[in-house]
């Protein structure tokens, strides 16, 4: 039987990762909610630039890598490209189709709210691109946290509220923190998994600067910092936004075995297990945020 998945596109798109897209946008539209003046159809296309910027950065990471030759050894998911599954101009094509979209919804926020968005959506593009592209990737430096905590936690969460209410609140910047923490926690698992490989290509990712155990640490930490950082949005005004912290519950089977020991195959499953938890908590806090409004 041919192993191949019968959708390698939706392979190449890496669903699980996709909660990182999801969450910050509904903390940011929650933390909207009560304020004067709001526009809730701009959601949508905020939820698609998110989302189109999430994509784009599973396929160009796929086709860079896989150009490279970084991900011919690999212990998780198959890639279009080092799996041999779709040549890597379809791939590069791909990854610049999805950042259009983003980029054409983001052209439709800015013109309706403020045309400055156009510079963060620019660097959040060229940021996408470059985290494994380009001579020298801040993704093989270890600077791939810094790319997610900014884009996929304040920028998406704030920006989202700005585009629907036109102001940013303290609120929404917590929010934003705890969506970056929960969006790290992702990548962090994910690179937990693949230091013995990353080691050996050269790719100097966080997990592969800190070591297996301090990294192991670092994504227990990411969990607990962003249940926190829920409590400060309910101790800034949204109280009920605090029932997100029982979301943390479906990160426990994952933490043990993170905090056991696990490796290779055996971390595949945290990363499930680790975007159910993103959607949890996000879900639940945002619920709390809008009944708290």
Known sequence: MDPRPSSPWVLGARPRTLPAAVVPVALGAAAAAGEPGTVW?????ALLVSLALQVGVNYANDYSDGVRGTDEVRVGPVRLVAGGLKPAVAVKRAAFLSFGVAAVAGLALAA????WLLAVGAAALLAGWFYTGGPKPYGYLGLGEV?????FGLVATAGTTYVIAKRITAIGWLAGCAAGCLACALLVINNLRDI??????????????????ATRWFYTLLLVAAGGLVVAVAVAGRPWAAV????LV???PG?????????GRALIPVLGATGRTQML?????ALGMVVSR
């Open 41 to 45: 159809w701009r959601v949508g296309p």
């Open 112 to 115: 309706v709210t403020s045309w």
């Open 147 to 151: 790319f997610v905590f900014v884009f």
């Open 196 to 213: 013995p490989t990353d080691r050996e290509v050269g790719k100097r990712t966080l997990a592969v600067r800190l070591g297996d155990r």
């Open 244 to 247: 997100g912290v029982a979301g």
């Open 250 to 252: 479906a990160a426990v």
């Open 255 to 263: 933490v043990r075995a993170v905090m056991g020991g696990a490796t």
């Open 281 to 285: 908590v996000g879900a639940l806090a």
